[in-house]
């Protein structure tokens, strides 16, 4: 699908309120509310948009910790890629499993209360699963989020 200036501008707009109207959103495109909700239908329709989802704040629920964690599969006792994505996408404070080419088999997005909670997930839970190897922790200090290439 190709890309026009009014899609871009639409689809930054609503990477910053997605609850916005197509009427609102019109409005500040200079587009009638019906030329709007054509253009976010044809976005839907095409793949671009995908889904709803809701973004929580992990620190106002109390978890104040976040770990990026590289995991590299052992090659003794080979596991599957499935056992593993299944086990760790069971331990509920990985908040994404990314299989990834590099250094690491594996990029985990992990949450926790503290650096000792971390520290309890990481022992019982991740070191535990199948085929885990050699791991590499990255805590997050501040993150910036972008909408992307638009």
Avoid: C
Avoid at 14 to 26: E, F, K
Avoid at 55 to 69: E, P
Avoid at 76 to 81: A, E, H, T
Avoid at 91 to 103: A, D, K, M, R, Y
Wanted: hydrophobic content about 45%; cysteine-free; overall charge positive.
């Amino acid at each position: 699908m190709t890309l026009d200036d009014l899609d871009r501008a639409l689809l930054r707009l609503m990477v910053r309120d997605a609850t916005l109207p197509a009427a609102a959103l019109g409005r500040k495109l200079g587009l009638s509310q019906p030329a709007t909700w054509r253009r976010i239908q044809r976005l839907r329709d095409a793949g671009v948009l995908t889904g709803r989802r809701l973004d929580l704040d992990a620190a106002a629920l109390g978890f104040g910790v976040t770990v990026f964690l590289g995991i590299k599969l052992a090659t003794k006792g080979r596991v599957s890629l499935e056992d593993f994505e299944r086990a760790v996408s069971a331990i509920p404070e990985v908040q994404s499993v990314t299989h990834v080419l590099g250094l690491y088999d594996y990029r985990l997005r992990v949450v926790a209360r503290d650096l000792a909670d971390f520290e309890r997930v990481l022992r019982r839970r991740i070191m535990t699963l199948p085929g885990v190897g050699d791991l590499e922790a990255n805590v997050l200090l501040s993150e910036e989020q972008r909408p992307g290439p638009l």
